[in-house]
């Protein structure tokens, strides 16, 4: 078993930047590729973006250039670096574990994210 804590949210400026951390306990998660994900009030949950357990990272189109993935397993902790924040951006953040492309086994609860314009 894998647990998911994520931090890091918060309320910010547009054009703001914000570090979420998803951080695992139970299990080294070295061997799981990771996902962040997000779902606004009314909308369902969308992709954001991953790092395979080799640490190649993919993003959804909405966030690409502006957030960076990025995995420390040492620390047992996957960050989303988010920058140049919209108020669409605006969701609650959730992280997974699991196996690419589709097979999440784990998910943490969530931090949310509120961009004012």
């Known amino acids: 078993q894998v647990q998911l804590v994520e931090s890091g949210g918060g309320l910010v400026q547009a054009g703001g930047s914000l570090r979420l951390s998803c951080a695992a306990s139970?299990?080294?998660?070295?061997?799981?590729?990771m996902g962040w994900f997000r779902q606004a009030p009314g909308n369902e949950r969308e992709f954001v973006g991953t790092v395979s357990w080799r640490g190649i990272t993919v993003y959804a189109d909405s966030v690409k250039g502006r957030f960076t993935i990025s995995r420390d397993n040492a620390k047992n902790t996957m960050y989303l670096q988010m920058n140049s924040l919209k108020p669409e951006d605006t969701a609650h953040y959730i992280c997974?574990?699991?196996?690419?492309?589709?097979?999440?086994?784990?998910w943490g609860q969530g931090t949310q994210v509120t961009v004012s314009s």
């Open positions: 997974a574990a699991g196996r690419l492309p589709r097979n999440w086994v784990y």
């Open positions: 139970g299990r080294t998660i070295s061997n799981y590729d």
